[in-house]
């Protein structure tokens, strides 16, 4: 297996000029097909477990959940080991298209019904801080992610009424988010919108590097390809991995796609969902940087990233539905296409047509569940 993936990391080495895909990717993802961030930046190989382990906390997972967990246990003086199954932002975290915002997709006005006015604005709170945090560990450990604030939109697709997108508005400032109402959205004629100011986006490999890296200097123990088999809490906790051995700990974070210590309550209450997303090269500076939303069901969403010298990436995702409900992927990916090149006509050709088609979770009730 170990030479089988090491031939895969040479293969996305050799294609990073060129339109292929990269067969059996698999093994070093959670998809089948190629992240764009693959191609700008490969994430670190870390060893397995091979011995027992006594420490503080033992975090299951190594996407931006459990890294972000291992590294805020660890600067308050905690003593971490994190098992990942696969590598570094293996999972889902290495498959999103890495927009940081407040503009909910369960909107505000949805959360405010089903939960009321204060557990909604806790709710953007804690999606504003989240951001936040980002931010500053980006500052702290100097980590080049191309990290930057920008602005949302928020517009009309599909269905949905103006008078429902005013709702919005209005729900998105009772529970504290800084919005502003505009005529349109940048470079297309989208329409009334609502503003999101101090959203962000980065490249989320380039991020996991550096939080990896801060991770280590600290102290954390990272192992990868580590599949965690079993966990025990109590005073006794412990987690037992595939290949029998132990990491003996005072608590344990699951912080993985879903909780694998929990099949039954937690899993019925989370749906699976099928995402796509493509990227565009655009002209060098065609595209401002900011993030787009339209509110269609299912949406679309659009950002921009820097690719080369003369070109930057436009990256279009949508097409959302539950996994299993739906076999026209061609058809989804036509959709995203067509929704690109009628807004977006500098779009040239394609890098990597699927660029992720990852999976998401979404709760059965409105908003997060923890």
Same mark, same amino acid.
């Given at each position: 297996?170990?030479?089988?993936?090491?031939? @895969?990391?040479?293969?996305?080495?050799?294609?990073?000029?060129?339109?292929?895909?990269?067969?059996?990717?698999?093994?070093?993802?959670?998809?089948?097909?190629?992240?764009?961030?693959?191609?700008?930046?490969?994430?670190?190989?870390?060893? &397995?477990?091979?011995?027992?382990?006594?420490?503080?906390?033992?975090?299951?997972?190594?996407?931006?959940?459990?890294?972000?967990?291992?590294?805020?246990?660890?600067?308050?003086?905690?003593? *971490? =080991?994190?098992?990942?199954?696969?590598? @570094?932002?293996?999972?889902?975290?290495?498959?999103?298209?890495?927009?940081?915002?407040?503009?909910?997709?369960?909107?505000?006005?949805?959360?405010?019904?089903?939960?009321?006015?204060?557990?909604?604005?806790?709710?953007?709170?804690?999606?504003?801080?989240?951001?936040?945090?980002?931010?500053?560990?980006?500052?702290?450990? $100097?980590?080049?992610?191309?990290?930057?604030?920008?602005?949302?939109?928020?517009?009309?697709?599909?269905?949905?009424?103006?008078?429902?997108?005013?709702?919005?508005?209005?729900?998105?400032?009772?529970?504290?988010?800084?919005?502003?109402?505009?005529?349109?959205?940048?470079?297309?004629?989208?329409?009334?919108?609502?503003?999101?100011?101090?959203?962000?986006?980065?490249?989320?490999?380039?991020?996991?590097?550096?939080?990896? $890296?801060?991770?280590?200097?600290?102290?954390?123990?990272?192992?990868?390809?580590?599949?965690?088999?079993?966990? $025990?809490?109590?005073?006794?906790?412990?987690?037992?991995?595939?290949?029998?051995?132990?990491?003996?700990?005072?608590?344990? =974070?699951?912080?993985?796609?879903?909780?694998?210590?929990?099949?039954?309550?937690?899993?019925?209450?989370?749906? &699976?969902?099928?995402?796509?997303?493509?990227?565009?090269? *655009?002209?060098?500076?065609? =595209?401002?940087?900011?993030?787009?939303?339209?509110?269609?069901?299912?949406?679309?969403?659009?950002?921009? $990233?820097?690719?080369?010298?003369?070109?930057?990436?436009?990256? =279009?995702?949508?097409?959302?539905?539950?996994?299993?409900?739906?076999?026209?992927?061609?058809?989804?990916?036509?959709?995203?296409?067509?929704?690109?090149?009628?807004?977006?006509?500098?779009?040239?050709?394609?890098?990597?047509?699927?660029?992720?088609?990852?999976?998401?979770?979404?709760?059965?009730?409105?908003? &997060?569940?923890?």
């Amino acid at each position: 297996m170990e030479s089988t993936r090491k031939k @895969i990391r040479d293969r996305i080495s050799t294609v990073r000029t060129s339109h292929q895909d990269v067969d059996d990717i698999s093994i070093i993802s959670s998809g089948d097909t190629l992240p764009f961030w693959f191609l700008q930046t490969m994430l670190p190989e870390l060893k &397995p477990l091979t011995a027992d382990e006594t420490t503080d906390v033992c975090v299951i997972g190594a996407g931006i959940a459990g890294l972000t967990t291992a590294y805020l246990l660890a600067k308050s003086g905690r003593q *971490v =080991v994190v098992l990942e199954d696969g590598d @570094i932002g293996s999972g889902e975290t290495g498959r999103t298209t890495a927009h940081l915002f407040t503009a909910l997709d369960d909107r505000y006005m949805n959360l405010q019904s089903h939960w009321g006015k204060d557990a909604t604005r806790l709710t953007a709170e804690s999606h504003m801080k989240a951001v936040d945090l980002i931010e500053s560990i980006v500052k702290t450990e $100097n980590i080049e992610c191309e990290f930057s604030r920008v602005d949302g939109y928020l517009f009309i697709g599909g269905t949905t009424t103006q008078k429902e997108l005013h709702e919005e508005y209005e729900a998105a400032q009772e529970s504290g988010v800084p919005v502003q109402w505009v005529p349109s959205a940048p470079v297309f004629e989208s329409g009334e919108a609502i503003r999101f100011p101090g959203q962000g986006q980065f490249q989320i490999n380039q991020y996991l590097i550096g939080l990896t $890296n801060a991770c280590l200097k600290m102290g954390v123990k990272i192992f990868t390809q580590t599949h965690a088999l079993d966990t $025990n809490g109590g005073p006794q906790a412990n987690v037992k991995t595939a290949d029998g051995h132990f990491v003996h700990c005072k608590d344990i =974070v699951v912080a993985t796609n879903v909780p694998i210590n929990d099949t039954v309550t937690m899993y019925l209450k989370l749906t &699976p969902y099928r995402s796509y997303a493509m990227a565009f090269k *655009v002209p060098k500076g065609s =595209v401002p940087k900011c993030l787009w939303w339209d509110t269609a069901d299912p949406y679309t969403y659009t950002r921009t $990233n820097s690719y080369d010298s003369d070109s930057d990436v436009l990256i =279009v995702g949508g097409q959302d539905h539950p996994v299993g409900r739906a076999h026209d992927f061609d058809q989804r990916y036509f959709q995203l296409e067509k929704w690109t090149r009628d807004r977006f006509p500098q779009a040239g050709g394609f890098r990597f047509r699927r660029f992720d088609c990852g999976r998401s979770r979404s709760s059965r009730g409105k908003g &997060p569940r923890l």
